[in-house]
């Protein structure tokens, strides 16, 4: 049975351009790497115990943010383009949720909580201390990548142990 | 699901291996050994298009970026104070 799960903008930018991990690849014995965002993207490679859900506004944000940061136009599309195909090629969805969510302070975490609701994702993967301080929200997690990072190696072990 | 036989040659120096990875991966069973390369390659395939995308990224900025200048960076992007 497959988690559905959402990473926010920040997590999707931090994988591409954070510091350094054995990226894309998941050391099974925490502490990870330095570089939580990326471990959380090795850890939908797999397509053992989560699903990718993501939205347009996602997607789109991750694209100019990256610009804004200094990565090229091309470079961030192929990134969001890699995104994509990753996320359908796994069975999960890239939505462009209806408004609905209005129980953060911000707009920004409000369109995140949407396709978290869209996609009936059990986890919403974010370092916005606006959005974590609302976990558990709606029946969900809200965790930081450090935290989500840490509960799937804990689960994956073990699942290991007993099998 | 439809299941169709697909048939490969192999070498006899590398027959032996096979056995062995087919008893370890697929208990055993060929499809079963079969399945499981095709999904871990294709991890691998996909781990390795966003290796590439990350090192070029590296690349152009020349440097790490911290998570408190992505934060800045989205807040600057939605029109948010960071």
Redesign the interface.
């Known amino acids: 049975m497959l988690t559905p799960v959402v990473y926010d903008?920040?997590v999707l930018?931090?994988?591409?351009?954070?510091?350094?991990s054995s990226?894309?690849?998941l050391p099974r014995i925490p502490p990870t790497t330095e570089n939580a965002a990326?471990d959380c993207?090795?850890i939908t490679?797999?397509?053992d115990d989560m699903l990718l859900f993501s939205s347009l506004h996602i997607l789109s944000?991750t694209a100019?943010?990256?610009v804004?940061?200094?990565?090229?136009a091309d470079?961030a599309q192929?990134?969001v383009g890699?995104l994509t195909d990753?996320i359908t090629?796994l069975g999960g969805a890239v939505l462009d949720p209806p408004r609905k969510t209005h129980d953060s302070r911000?707009?920004?975490d409000n369109l995140a909580l949407d396709c978290a609701l869209a996609a009936e994702a059990l986890i919403l993967v974010s370092?916005?201390h606006d959005l974590t301080s609302l976990n558990p929200w709606n029946g969900r997690l809200i965790l930081t990548p450090e935290r989500f990072v840490a509960h799937v190696v804990a689960g994956r072990r073990g699942s290991s142990s007993r099998g | 699901m439809s299941a169709k036989t697909v048939g490969f040659a192999i070498g006899d120096d590398e027959r032996a291996l096979l056995d062995e990875l087919v008893e370890h991966y697929g208990g055993g069973n060929r499809s079963e050994f079969l399945r499981v390369a095709i999904?871990r390659l294709?991890?691998d395939r996909?781990?390795e298009?966003?290796?590439n995308?990350?090192q070029?990224?590296?690349e152009?900025?020349g440097r790490?970026?911290t998570?408190d200048?992505?934060?800045v960076?989205?807040a600057?992007?939605?029109g948010?104070v960071a």
Do not use: C, F, K, M
């Open positions: 903008v920040n930018v931090n994988a591409l351009v954070g510091p350094d990226y894309p690849y990326a993207l090795a490679l797999d397509g944000t100019t943010a990256l804004r940061l200094g990565v090229g470079l192929r990134y890699a990753i090629e911000d707009h920004e370092s916005d | 999904r294709a991890r996909r781990a298009r966003l290796q995308l990350q070029e990224a590296r152009q900025l790490v970026v998570p200048e992505v934060r960076a989205i600057e992007q939605v948010r």
